[in-house]
């Protein structure tokens, strides 16, 4: 059973940066997959970001591909997602997830473990 804590969420300016961190605990980190999702109020959960257990490979979502960077310290059993550009549109709750597969997965499915979320409010 895999525990997984996000912080780092809050307020922000558009424009200005945001760096979100997920802790795991509870099982072997370096063997999932970790993904970033957002869900927006009356939206449907989206896709941000994830990345392979050894970190060679990220793959982003449209919406936020150019302006985020996810990387992991899997010596920390932590993932950082570097949101930068934020914009009016990317005010959400920010989730991080687990996932056993040791390929790119962009699916809410493919995802075993979920934190309980951290939001992210982006001023205009």
């Known amino acids: 059973q895999v525990q997984l804590v996000e912080s780092g969420g809050g307020l922000v300016q558009a424009g200005g940066s945001l760096s979100l961190s997920c802790a795991a605990s509870?099982?072997?980190?370096?063997?999932?997959?970790m993904g970033w999702f957002r869900q927006a109020p009356g939206k449907e959960r989206e896709f941000v970001a994830t990345?392979?257990?050894?970190?060679?490979?990220?793959f982003y979502g449209g919406t936020v591909k150019g302006r985020f960077t996810l990387s992991r310290d899997n010596a920390k059993n932590t993932v950082y997602l570097q949101m930068n550009s934020l914009k009016p549109e990317d005010p959400a709750i920010y989730y991080c997830?687990?996932?056993?597969?040791?390929?790119?997965?962009?699916?809410?499915?493919?995802?075993?473990?979920w934190g309980q979320g951290t939001q992210v409010t982006v001023s205009s």
């Open positions: 990345i392979t257990w050894d970190g060679t490979r990220t």
């Open positions: 997830a687990a996932s056993p597969t040791i390929r790119i997965a962009t699916t809410e499915s493919a995802y075993d473990y």
């Open positions: 509870g099982g072997t980190f370096r063997g999932y997959g």
